[in-house]
């Protein structure tokens, strides 16, 4: 097990400034252009690609950095450079993460490559769970798998909504309930492979942020899938149901909803990481603002009113970015979150970015409102990190579960 510390490490600081350089000189160049024309900036996917930043060995050597901190430290690079362009080169990683973390070694030897493609022929995948009337509460479920013994193929039918490259992915991840009856214990994950019919995106959502991600409706409509694309194997999953239905009839017990849980802590640092990029770089331009704008005679800075401002945003700073690192690290050596320590980094890395970039705004004054100046973009950016991987309400309601032992509503 690796101790702890706040010294990444020569590797790790190789690591980051390599990617910090991809992010200075390709990404923000970039990013006001994908930001007005709302689409997917295939060209830097490829970029990233060919110099090995988009491949599926590269998440998976930061995910199993001994420091522990590799993926923070390569999301928050990434989206200090630009969260719309930073979400659509790392968007696959939330399908692949779905097959990593349930599938067997051979689906994810079969599919893992496959959603990232190749340097020459990139492609992305998608992850599709939240739905119309499924968001916060995942347990709502209503697209349905049904299995044809016959055949051995499952049979997909709902509609997704959300879903990040959901549409123009190869590869898509479909949530939907097995046994309704069972709520979230009775879901399953199935992979639906490139070109099967009756899968097809529904609207493309225009965004007051990362419009350079796309977000679309997922529609699956009597899709057809062979058996071997159910995540982990159907005697896996008939096993899990069982034991849901003997809980269900009063055996007691929480232990699948708690490996959903641990899933979740683990992962939510990695949201925070990319809020803490954002809420980074919208500092850096305040601060260099703040020290050339001059007005009544002298820099802006020198006024304490916006010093302390800036003084805040720095310390919010440093404070998200040590919860993301620890929540991380746990996750990483496999650390109990005995108290949701995964969503608090989630939680006050996505505020922290909402409330530091519209600092940011202020400081620039008029200019901080145009879209001459980053910090505008950044602002609207930063708006998804208390929505998306479950909004601060539900990371606080997780919180005030695992600190309590009382189940919050
Ligand atoms: C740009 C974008 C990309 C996304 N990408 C994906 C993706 O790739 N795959 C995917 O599956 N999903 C994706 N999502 C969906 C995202 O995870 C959901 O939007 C999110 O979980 C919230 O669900 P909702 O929008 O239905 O809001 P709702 O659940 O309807 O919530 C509305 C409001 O009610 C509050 N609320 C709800 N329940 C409670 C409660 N119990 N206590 C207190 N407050 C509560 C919420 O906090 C929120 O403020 C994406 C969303 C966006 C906008």
């Known amino acids: 097990m690796s101790t702890f510390s706040l010294d990444p490490g020569p590797d790790q600081t190789a690591v980051r400034d390599w990617l910090h350089g991809f992010a200075a000189d390709v990404i923000r160049p970039a990013a006001a252009e994908w930001d007005e024309r709302e689409e997917t900036p295939w060209p830097i996917i490829q970029e990233a690609a060919k110099i090995g930043i988009y491949s599926l060995d590269f998440y998976a050597q930061q995910y199993f950095d001994p420091s522990g901190v590799g993926i923070p430290i390569a999301m928050e690079e990434l989206f200090w450079g630009d969260a719309g362009i930073g979400l659509a080169i790392v968007g696959t ?30 492609k992305v995948a998608a992850f599709c769970s939240s739905e119309p009337d499924a968001g916060s509460d995942v347990s709502a479920l209503r697209t349905r798998a049904v299995y044809d013994e016959a055949k051995d193929e499952w049979v997909l039918n709902g509609t997704k909504t959300w879903a990040t490259n959901g549409g123009i992915a190869d590869v898509h991840v479909v949530v939907a309930t097995v046994d309704p009856a069972l709520g979230a214990r009775g879901q399953a994950s199935f992979v639906v492979p490139p070109g099967t019919p009756g899968l097809s995106q529904g609207q493309k959502f225009k965004k007051h942020g990362i419009r350079a991600s796309h977000t679309a409706e997922v529609v699956v409509d009597g899709v057809r899938v062979p058996g071997h694309c159910l995540l982990g194997g159907k005697e ?61 005679g002298r820099p802006i800075i020198d006024n304490q009113g916006v010093a302390f401002q800036l003084a805040d945003m720095k310390t919010r700073i440093d404070a998200a970015r ?3 690192w620890r929540a991380s690290w746990m996750a990483a050596t496999n650390q109990p979150f005995h108290n949701a320590e995964g969503s608090m980094s989630k ?11 519209s600092q940011a ?35 606080r309601l997780v919180i005030s579960r695992a600190i309590s032992g009382m189940p919050i509503r």
């Open 93 to 122: 990683t939330l399908a692949a993460v779905a097959v990593l973390a349930n599938g067997t070694d051979e689906q994810i030897g079969t599919w893992a490559p496959q959603m990232f493609g190749t340097p020459d022929d990139v």
């Open 236 to 296: 896996k999953l008939d096993e899990r149901l069982a034991r849901a239905r003997e809980r269900a009839a009063g055996a007691g017990g929480a232990k699948g909803k708690n490996a959903a849980m641990a899933t979740f802590e683990a992962s939510r640092p990695a949201v925070g990481a990319q809020a803490v990029g954002i809420a980074r770089a919208a500092y850096e331009v305040a601060l260099d603002y703040a020290k050339t704008r001059v007005q009544f």
């Open 322 to 324: 040590l919860l993301v």
């Open 347 to 357: 939680l006050y890395a996505g505020e922290t970015a909402k409330w530091v970039t």
């Open 361 to 395: 705004m202020q400081i620039l004054g008029g200019n901080g409102f145009t879209r001459e100046y980053p910090v505008e973009r950044m602002h609207r950016d930063s708006a998804i990190y208390t929505i998306f991987e479950g909004t601060s309400e539900i990371q």
